[in-house]
């Protein structure tokens, strides 16, 4: 299921597409669209590309997720600690 959408209701907007524009003009329809998105693609790329470039220069550690990661373990640690050989099990 994409975005809430089913395949009967995929079947029909691609019906009204080909109603609506014709099968000739289905192929540029898709190819627009692609270029669109590789362009988006691109450009978000090259911008976190900007970003880690700046930071890199400037000193700043971007690898915050090792910091939560570490974090995390270490509740997980600490509640296992507390609860010790108490373990929950369902019924």
Same mark, same amino acid.
């Given at each position: 299921?994409?975005?809430? $959408?089913?395949?009967?209701?995929?079947?029909?907007?691609?019906? $009204?597409?080909?109603?609506?524009?014709? =099968? +000739?003009? $289905?192929? #540029?329809? =898709? %190819?627009?669209?692609? @270029?669109?998105?590789?362009?988006?693609? &691109? =450009?978000? &790329?090259?911008?976190? %590309? #900007?970003?880690?470039?700046?930071?890199? @220069?400037?000193?700043?550690?971007?690898?915050? /997720?090792?910091?939560?990661?570490? =974090?995390? +373990?270490?509740? @997980? #640690?600490? $509640? +296992?600690?507390?609860?010790?050989?108490? %373990?929950? /099990?369902?019924?």
């Amino acid at each position: 299921m994409f975005l809430f $959408i089913g395949g009967p209701e995929v079947f029909i907007i691609l019906l $009204i597409v080909v109603m609506f524009f014709g =099968a +000739d003009k $289905i192929p #540029e329809i =898709a %190819r627009g669209l692609a @270029k669109g998105m590789s362009q988006v693609k &691109n =450009a978000t &790329n090259d911008i976190k %590309r #900007e970003i880690n470039n700046s930071a890199t @220069k400037s000193g700043i550690d971007l690898d915050v /997720t090792k910091d939560v990661k570490k =974090a995390i +373990d270490d509740v @997980k #640690e600490n $509640i +296992d600690d507390m609860t010790g050989p108490i %373990r929950r /099990t369902k019924l």
